[in-house]
């Protein structure tokens, strides 16, 4: 019975999604916005350099992310608020993402 235990906890940290990041911008800038790939994906660009592959001023992508059809719209609907909210009010944001493809992971309004 014991040993199920730990298979089931190993099961679960291996099904387990990684959301792990390779770079940052802080105080980042929107400098453009696009959502001609809404609903799937937002496409931005920033004034911060992210100390990776992908310069300030470069393309980055945010994948809708959620569980369902109907998490995924209200998702991506809210991340492209916020986005559109930090462009027009000059607030800055944290970006965190993956080198590959310049794909953001989180982003955060300061």
Known sequence: MRYIKYIVI??????APAFAYDW???GAHV??????????????A??????????????LT??????????QLENIKAVYA???GAK???QTLDIYGN??????????LR
Not at 31 to 44: C, H, K, Q, R
Not at 46 to 59: L, N, Q, T
Not at 62 to 71: E, F, H, K, L
């Open 10 to 15: 190993t099961s679960l940290l291996v099904v």
């Open 24 to 26: 940052q911008a802080s």
């Open 31 to 44: 400098t453009v916005l696009e959502a001609s790939y809404m609903p799937s994906s937002i496409t931005f």
């Open 46 to 59: 920033v004034d911060a350099s992210m100390d990776s592959s992908c310069p300030a001023g470069a393309w």
């Open 62 to 71: 945010y994948r809708v992310q959620g569980p369902d059809t109907a998490s």
């Open 82 to 84: 916020m986005l559109l």
């Open 88 to 90: 027009l009010s000059g």
């Open 99 to 108: 080198d590959a493809g310049c794909l953001v992971t989180y982003v955060h």
